[in-house]
Nanobody, 127 residues
Framework: QVQLVESGGGLVQPGGSLRLSCQASGFSLAPYAIGWLRQAPGKEREAVSCIDSGDGEVYYVDSVKGRFTISRDNAANTVYLQMNNLKPEDTAVYYC????????????????????WGRGTPVTVSS
């Protein structure tokens, strides 16, 4: 079964850190660009970050630049999102998606054109 499974979310205090994982099963992540998006309760879906398949080109939405780092381990068939200095406004369910076209993924990640593959992992930042 082809799927992406997100994990690593949880409850953390402001200023804390979490590392999210996006693991593929049933296919190899290596040829694909991978993106993370998030959706907070009552809010629109938002693109967070993308990583290309080859040269590792990355994209971050302005609100997470300098705090989040996306990386990939093709041997482990997993993409990670290291989230540092978390803020309450980072609270959301985080999803990962895959597409063979990096530029298309960056352009569509926060739109309805790119649907989450899995159930997501919830992140709550609260004191």
């Amino acid at each position: 079964q082809v799927q992406l499974v997100e994990s690593g979310g949880g409850l953390v205090q402001p200023g804390g850190s979490l590392r999210l994982s996006c693991q593929a099963s049933g296919f190899s992540l290596a040829p694909y660009a991978i993106g993370w998006l998030r959706q907070a309760p009552g809010k629109e879906r938002e693109a967070v970050s993308c990583i290309d398949s080859g040269d590792g080109e990355v994209y971050y939405v302005d609100s997470v630049k300098g705090r989040f780092t996306i990386s990939r381990d093709n041997a482990a068939n997993t993409v990670y999102l290291q989230m540092n200095n978390l803020k309450p406004e980072d609270t959301a369910v985080y999803y990962c998606v895959a597409d063979s076209r990096y530029d298309y993924l960056v352009a569509t990640l926060g739109t309805g054109a790119m649907q989450p593959w899995g159930r997501g992992t919830p992140v709550t930042v609260s004191s």
